[in-house]
């Protein structure tokens, strides 16, 4: 049929069988169609009798396989080479020589130790958490079969696992769960580049956090903490501190046990001995607020016993059990003891006693100084014994 072997080899060079075969090496090592033209232009060099060996050795070389391997570990790594890295030319002789393709490199470098070193750093970085095996096992064959480096991260970063990282944060650091606008917030901001340190150093530093140790100062020791004192404790949160840990030290710190001094003086007018100190702040930081604690302090028996007290002593009589709730009350909603003695020293009872004194001493009405004077008597701690003395002295001199 042919006439001669220059004939034969143009029209096997011309062949349907040798168009698909340059196609597919194009394919093979460039990961893409080659143009019509370009495959053309290889079926003329296989007519002037270059052979397909030289070819597929020729493509293998090119600029558009050498941009293949590096969008390859571009894509899926995140890795940045260029056409002079080891990584280009050694995949290259592997194509030449060892028969590898750009879907055998593709397998090679997505279940390699640096597939898996990157995997295990989007985890660590995202959600501060190391992948089991499997779990980098399925993303490997997840790259190799078309996910990419930033698939990679839009999975990790969103969904479950994602949002129960940044729930636990919260939790953590402010002692509340997130609003579903923030959890979608800092999924948005982890696929955009923030990382886990990111999250945790903004929460410790955002205005839940603030408000938050906030509360738990006016909750567990009653007053409004300043801005050094929130931006030192929010340092302290980014730093690895928890809600817990705010409670805890403000409930049984030095401030705290100042405080609770305090209210039993103002309370119940005795000095808290240190047990009594550690009692409450444990109770405090057990969950405990300032506020009950007034309560119950002032619905005591060291309350009601300094109440009792204090009528014997200024009015001479025995309070009543409705007298004594009341004052209880009273001084859970604020009253202090110092309060507390000066209304009664100054109260019609006792106006009522000092007048009695001066009847019986003077036959007449005290004055209004000598009324105040005798008042101010009880306030300072003088017994009804002591001003009756008093005046009655005051008679006889």
Known sequence: ????????????????????????????????????????????????????????????????TSDAIISLYYDKLDLTITASSNQVSAWESAMQSGGATLATATQAVTHGVEAAAVISSVYSSKLNYTPSSNEIAS????????????????????????????????????????????????????????TYTDLVNAVSHGSEASTAITTVYEQKIGITPS???????????????????????????????????????????????????????????????????????????EAQSMITNAYQKILNITASSAQISAWQDTMSNGVTYATFVSTLAHGVEAQAIITQFYMTSFARAPTDAELAAAMTLFQNGATYTQVKNTIASSARS
Not at 172 to 183: C, D, E, H, R, Y
Request: aromatic share 10%; proline share 1%.
């Open 1 to 64: 049929m042919y006439s001669n072997y220059s004939s034969l080899v143009t029209t096997l060079a011309n062949s349907s069988e040798a168009y698909q075969t340059l196609s597919s090496y194009f394919v093979d090592y460039t990961g893409k169609n080659a143009l019509n033209s370009i495959i053309t232009q290889g079926q003329a060099l296989l007519a002037s009798q270059d052979s397909l060996g030289s070819l597929k050795n020729d493509i293998i070389a090119s600029a558009q």
């Open 139 to 194: 993303w490997e064959d997840a790259l190799g079969n078309g996910a990419t480096y930033n698939s990679l991260i839009s999975a990790v970063s969103s969904g479950g696992e994602a949002q129960s990282v940044i729930s636990n944060v919260y939790q953590q650091k402010t002692g509340i769960n997130p609003s579903s606008n923030a959890l979608s917030a800092w999924e948005n901001a982890f696929i955009g580049g923030f």
């Open 227 to 301: 801005a050094t004192e929130i931006d030192a404790w929010q340092d302290y949160l980014a730093q690895g501190a928890t809600y817990r840990d705010i409670v805890s030290n403000v409930s049984q710190g030095n401030e705290a046990r100042q405080v609770i001094a305090a209210v039993y003086q103002d309370k119940t007018g005795i000095v808290a001995a240190s047990a009594q100190i550690d009692a409450w702040a444990s109770y405090l930081a057990s969950g405990g607020n300032y506020s009950t604690m007034v309560s119950i302090i002032s619905h005591g028996v």
